[in-house]
Every structure is written in C-alpha cells, then in structure tokens.
C-alpha cells in the first residue's frame, strides 16, 4: 500500500473523537467494498479516498415535493451509520430538513454553497412545474434546480420522487411534478446524473455511489433509467429469499394463513418482484436485517418507474407471470400451484401404498406392525 493510500493518524484521532473507532470505520469501508464489487484490497484506498473527501467534496441536499422519507433513511442509518460517514467526512454544507440553520441564514447559506461550485447535488422530492405549487424562499422549485445543477459536478437523484416524480406525481398529478432528470431537460442544463430509485432510497446505494465517484473519480456504469448496474441489474425476484416457494407452486393465498406463516412465495398476493430491479434481497435495510418480503410483505416495485400508477392495486396478483413448471414446460402460477397439489396429493398415496406394500403400518397404539 502506497503512501497515497495511508489514512492519517490525525484523521483516525478525529473520528475517535467523534466516537467512531478505527476499526469499525475500517470495517465500514470493507463492507462498502463488498457493496461496490471490489475486493478488500481496496478497503486502504476507500479508506484514504474518505479522508481526502473531506477537506475538498461539498454537497448541497435539496428538498422538493416529497416527505423527506429518503433524508429519514439516510440520518437513521446503521452505526457506523452512513450518517455518520457522509454527513461528517463530507462537507454537506446545506440540507435543510437537518441543519441546524433557518431563514435568512439558509438561504446565505445556500447562496455562499451556490458561488462556490463544484459540490454533489443531492435532490431529495419531485420537481413541481405548475406555477406556484412548489416554492422555495418565494422562488419556483424548478428555478431552484437550475440555479444549483449549474454549478454542481454531478447531481444525484434520491428516491423515486426525484427520479420520475414518485406519489407526488401519480395521477391526476395536479401539481404537474416531473422527475430531475427531466426537470433538467427543460431548463435545458447538462449534467451528470445518477437516479437512484426506491422508496425510500437505500442509504448504501448512496454510499456506494459516492466512493465510487472519490475511489474511481467516475461515475458507476449506469442502466438505460441512468442507474448503478451494480443496484439494478437484477430482479428482486431473481434474489428473493422465497424463490424456491415460487418454483415449486406454493404461495400465500391470503394474509394470516399458515401459508403465509411457513413463508411462501408472495406473488399471489401482489407481489411486484417479478418485475423490479433492485438489491433489496442482497443489501436489505436496517443494518442488513431485513427488508420488505422477508417482514411478510408483498413487494410493490417502487424501484420501477411510474410505480404508484403501473402497479395500482398492489394486492393484485401481475398478470402473465411465467414460471418454470414440472418438467420444465412453463406454467402460471395457478396452474402450477393446482399441479403442484396433485403431485403432493399422487405424492401422499404412494407413499402410503409403499408403506403398506412393505408392512410398516402403524398399528392402533402406534407402533410398526
């Protein structure tokens, strides 16, 4: 490991200050390594690239038409929390749902952030476009948007409400709210941009990104909805924790059943798994420990665009869904459930007529006869 690698001392000292140990930020940059693709060997270079982000890398948080779920996911991240690493090490020099500042002060702020240039814009929420339904410091949210993409080096999209509008923009969609990446469009500026969808985000989606951008000084390699490969590349269903229910035809059919207590396949139940690319199953949320599907319930695709409209009815089975059925001939998943319950059934009375063929019948008191 080269000298540009080596984390200094001092800024070892200014986390344990902070109360944050040297091995379990050495630990958190291992576990995003792992999150990223890359080996341990890059932990000292995670680790370094961190240190050199915070004496250079400002980001600007902006909040627009949204319930702040993904700033709420982010601040109530795991120890060593993402919260801790990001909102510290980086200089976020303006998010007004956590700053302290308020007023006039935020805005000198946001001004002070805006001359500066070069930071990560972070956007938080929706971008309203009809006059007057979306106001920040008496100016349009769109206005606001121009005025701090300008100057930023990338801008990332947080959540489904910034990447194409989200709940805020689902029909009748008053308000007339459009994505960043669109917003951005008609205020004609170019930027980099990465939309990471879900509601609420992932924070180590986030996280992720992020030290790719410090580690690599580029941007992860994006899908056609300009989003990481390395968190959208695969289908929840491709991962889901449940898929062997599926294969095999047993689902929950209704809520409170046993079915759903020996926790099998959602589908029936409206699960969007099938059709969502996300990490979910892999990365999970709260410390690693848990996600949607595996708390009991169905997955709803927020990770997909126009979510809210395209799979209204979320208890609603998806239509079309093919499974590889009995002897691989591809099947729904009602007929494969009714075959898969006459193979149990064919299954049961073979091994009875066997276990009578061979006289090992349970006699009255229970034993062999």
Known sequence: MGKKDEVSKQFLDALEFRGIKRRDFLKYCGATAALIGLSELYVP??????????KRQ???????????????????????????????????????????????????????????????????GGIPTKKGHGMMGGKEMLDVLKEMAGPAVAVVAMGSCATDGGIPAAKPNPSQII????????????????????????????????VNFLLLGKLPELDSFGRPKMFYGQTIHDNCERRAHFDAGRFVEKFGSQEEALSYC?????????????????????????????????????????????????????PGVKIPGLGGVEAGADKLGA?????????????????AASGRTKGKNGGEK
């Open 58 to 124: 400002p980001v600007v948080w902006l909040n627009f038409a949204s319930d702040t779920g993904c700033t709420e996911a982010f601040i109530k991240a795991s120890y060593p929390s993402a919260a801790e690493v990001i909102l510290d090490i980086l200089s976020v020099d303006y998010n007004e749902t956590i700053m302290a500042a308020a007023g006039k002060q935020v805005e000198e702020i946001l001004a002070t952030s805006k001359k500066a240039g070069g930071y990560i814009l972070l956007v938080e």
């Open 45 to 54: 270079k995670i680790a370094a690239a961190l240190e050199k982000a915070s």
């Open 266 to 318: 959602l589908y029936k139940v409206g699960c969007k798994g099938p059709m969502t690319y996300s990490a979910c199953p892999k990365i999970q949320f709260n410390a690693r420990t848990s996600w949607c599907i595996k708390a009991g319930g169905p997955c709803i695709g927020c990770a997909e665009r126009g979510w809210t409209d395209k799979f209204a009815g979320f208890y609603e089975p998806l």
């Open 339 to 355: 075959v898969a319950a006459v193979a149990t059934a064919a299954g049961i009375a073979i091994h009875a007529a066997i276990t």
């Open 179 to 210: 994505g960043v990446t669109e917003a951005l469009k008609k205020v004609n500026i170019s930027k980099p941009i990465i939309n990471l969808d879900l509601c609420p985000v992932n924070p180590e989606y986030l996280v992720g990104v992020v």
